[in-house]
């Protein structure tokens, strides 16, 4: 069932989803070869709890750590470890923290040092595919509006658009009702009301869309061993229209980005 929000609640949703986008943007600091993700995770933690909010990851459904960390081929859900990052690498980092009884849950797929130009093209259709995600999600639209957007704008730039793992509703649960996939039909699902409130967060492949499971449990892994980016907001509705609670500034701030592109979706 869809749980709908007040005014008052979405504030709250806010401030966990701004505190996210804090702690990503310190993190983007920190991003460079040489460093661990383990490293990371404590950063991470120790950020979240100074906030006055609590790790939203760490120990949900046992998960070990604060940050979902997934290099290269991985997709999500990679698990800290003392393995150093490389120059060339990608690395999405997924993270969430949860205050006054609500979640934020926001991702974002950095750069380890200079990439490959394939692998800049992929960031950033990924990335536009978010905004094109978002701008669907609206009074009078459905899910598969969302997911159709997103998939034919992937696929028409050749990627592999994730099929087993989706987008989802967010509030005092980190996964509610709906499940927002990045794949779909226009018109199908289910309607968007105003006070909903959704994490959608496209992952696209490099190559297959088909996808691979390590013993950890947890780790996904592209089937072909090609690269993977994930981009992830948190949005609500309000007045009918897709409004921002989280946002990449503090990302940009730190490193050098001038972008216009979440302007359009601003909760002022």
């Not at 909903?196 to 088909?210: D, F, Q, W, Y």
């Not at 730190?254 to 601003?266: A, Y």
Request: aromatic share 8%; charged share 25%.
């Amino acid at each position: 069932m869809i749980k709908i929000k007040s005014p008052e609640q979405l504030l709250l949703m806010r401030e966990s989803a701004l505190i996210v986008s804090r702690t990503l943007g310190m993190l983007a600091k920190e991003i460079k070869p040489g460093v661990t993700t383990l490293y990371l995770d404590k950063l991470a933690e120790d950020y979240i709890r100074s906030q006055g909010a609590i790790p939203g990851f760490l120990g949900l459904y046992n998960f070990p750590n604060t940050l979902c960390v997934s290099p290269n081929a991985q997709v999500v859900h990679g698990i800290p470890n003392n393995i150093p990052l490389n120059e060339g690498d990608i690395i999405s980092v997924d993270c969430g923290a949860k205050k006054n009884g609500f979640y934020g849950d926001h991702a974002y797929t950095f750069e380890v040092g200079e990439v490959s130009p394939e692998i800049k093209q992929l960031l950033k259709i990924t990335k536009e595919s978010l905004y094109i995600g978002i701008r669907e999600f609206r009074s009078g639209n459905r899910v598969g509006d969302v997911g159709y957007a997103i998939q034919q704008y992937c696929e028409s730039h050749g990627y592999g658009v994730v099929r087993e793992l989706v987008g989802h509703g967010l509030g005092q649960k980190m996964h509610e009702d709906p499940e927002m996939p990045n794949y779909g039909k226009r018109g199908s699902g289910k309607r968007f009301a105003n006070g909903m409130a959704v994490a959608i967060e496209p992952m696209i492949n490099l190559g297959t869309h088909k996808v691979k499971h390590l013993r950890d449990g947890w780790t996904i892994l592209t089937a072909d061993g090609k690269p993977s980016a994930h981009f992830e907001h948190d949005v609500a509705m309000v007045d009918g229209k897709p409004r921002l609670l989280s946002t990449f500034k503090y990302i940009y701030e730190v490193l050098g980005i001038e972008s216009d592109e979440e302007n359009e979706f601003l909760w002022e």
